[in-house]
């Protein structure tokens, strides 16, 4: 009776957020059609480029059903499986506003699909009021980022980052491992989860046999086959398109040189290329020497899980999420997307002081952008320039606690068979403040509970 009663107020709970998601997306669509139509006599208006981002999908569909093939007869910046994302809302459409409504259709799709997920993530015995509050954090970020998630495609990746991380560290390698494949196949990032799970498969080969990695691998041959049986020699052409970038102005690079640069009075220039604002080359050269290997950050991230006793497999696979938005030359505006599932999902102290981290970042990020920050930013206007670098920061911080909140509650171990809860705190974690001076004291305020005593008035 108590089983059928919780699967009944879990299924409602589920239903509700369906529906209070179904409403978010329409009402975001609806709104900003409403919003630039009422805005058109003041010239084109696009809020949130979602129009922008459609019609781009758009044309590279219509190329497709006009017989051309991408990658070898167009370039196409996008990994192999991302095409049929935008090709699929075509099949079934015939005109532009027909694909529009489609694309956010299937975008709420992958929206439902992350909803279970995080809905499950307890398991069977799970307190509904549980389940109910990871959800109600999911969808803030989803109000906060709504025209990123209906203009952009970034969610069906993220769901399948966010499985592939569930699903390999509970037992279900294979699987976790082909999850994170296909993701990798459709936007590259969803390939870092299995930074910390080569670490925890590699710890215990004789059980698990490497049989995620194996799948993994295997998973990315075959796309990586199909990809080049489509485009041939100019499927590289691909690959370049985004090594040839420069410093994005978003990124933690960009936004530091930004700052640095109105304190000094000078003028850090830029230039629109690639569909994106980049600091110039002569600029982004220079400081790309100072900058942080992406593939360190990741490196970090394995060392941290190794010490930590490998026993939260979501949580280091949320970091190494966050390593590579923070530490990467690009930081798109969607990419705020990939952590939300992970964020919503976490356990423990440790995923309630990254819940409010990643709110502020979310909040910041908004007003940056579709707010108008981003243009304000370009414009070198020092309030818009101190927002992006407060964003960047809290993302930075976020990454911080991930990996070194000395506090962090019992978490979910990453066995071969179920997942369980630990009794025990992660062990191998340093004091947060001697990694970031100061990091320590402002986790624990947003985590709700004081900050350490200091030794004296000098902070020794």
């Not at 630039?36 to 949130?48: E, I």
């Not at 781009?56 to 006009?66: D, K, P, Q, V």
């Not at 947060?432 to 900050?451: E, F, N």
Request: proline share 5%.
């Amino acid at each position: 009776m108590v089983t059928t009663t919780r699967n009944s107020k879990l299924t409602a709970c589920i239903l509700i957020a369906f529906g209070v998601h179904a409403a978010i997306f329409a009402a975001t669509d609806v709104g900003l059609r409403a919003a630039n139509n009422a805005l058109r006599s003041f010239g084109p208006a696009d809020l949130g480029s979602v129009a922008y981002f459609h019609r781009y999908y758009y044309g590279y569909a219509s190329r497709a059903l006009s017989g051309k093939i991408p990658y070898r007869d167009f370039v196409f910046e996008y990994p192999v499986l991302a095409f049929p994302l935008l090709l699929i809302p075509h099949l079934l459409t015939s005109d532009f506003d027909s694909y529009r409504f489609a694309f956010v259709v299937k975008m709420f799709l992958f929206d439902v699909a992350a909803i279970v997920l995080i809905a499950r993530h307890g398991g069977e015995t799970e307190e509904v009021r549980t389940v109910a509050r990871r959800l109600a954090w999911y969808t803030l970020y989803c109000v906060l980022l709504a025209p990123l998630m209906i203009g952009l495609y970034d969610l069906a990746p993220t769901v399948l980052a966010f499985a592939a991380a569930r699903w390999w560290f509970s037992g279900r390698n294979i699987a976790g491992g082909i999850a994170a494949g296909l993701g990798t196949l459709m936007k590259i990032f969803p390939g870092v989860v299995a930074a910390p799970a080569l670490v925890w498969e590699a710890s215990q080969v004789r059980t698990t046999r490497a049989r995620g990695m194996a799948a993994f691998l295997g998973t990315l041959a075959a796309g990586v086959a199909a990809w080049f049986w489509l485009g041939g020699s100019r499927a590289v052409e691909s690959l370049g398109y985004h090594n040839q970038r420069g410093l994005e102005v978003e990124s933690l690079y960009g936004g530091a040189l930004f700052l640095v640069g109105t304190i000094a009075g000078t003028k850090v220039p830029w230039v629109n290329n690639y569909n994106a604002f980049h600091v110039v080359p002569e600029w982004g050269a220079r400081l790309a020497l100072f900058a942080f290997p992406l593939q360190d950050a990741l490196l970090v991230v394995m060392w941290r899980f190794r010490r930590s006793g490998m026993a939260d497999g979501l949580r280091y696979s949320a970091a190494a999420v966050l390593a590579f938005i923070v530490f990467c030359k690009v930081l798109s505006p969607q990419y705020l997307i990939w952590p939300c599932p992970f964020m919503a999902a976490l356990d423990g102290r440790t995923g309630s002081t990254a819940r409010r981290i990643f709110l502020l970042a979310c909040v910041t990020a908004a007003m940056f952008y579709p707010g108008p920050g981003y243009a304000m930013a370009l414009e070198h206007q020092a309030g818009a320039i101190v927002l992006l670098n407060l964003r960047n920061t809290l993302l930075l911080l976020l990454l911080a606690a991930l990996l070194y909140d000395p506090k962090a509650g019992p978490a979910i171990l990453a066995t071969g068979d179920v997942a369980q809860k630990s009794e025990r705190f992660p062990s191998g974690t340093e004091p947060l403040s001697s990694v970031i001076p100061g990091a320590a004291g402002a986790v624990d305020m947003l985590a709700g509970s004081d900050p350490p005593a200091r030794a004296d008035a000098n902070g020794s």
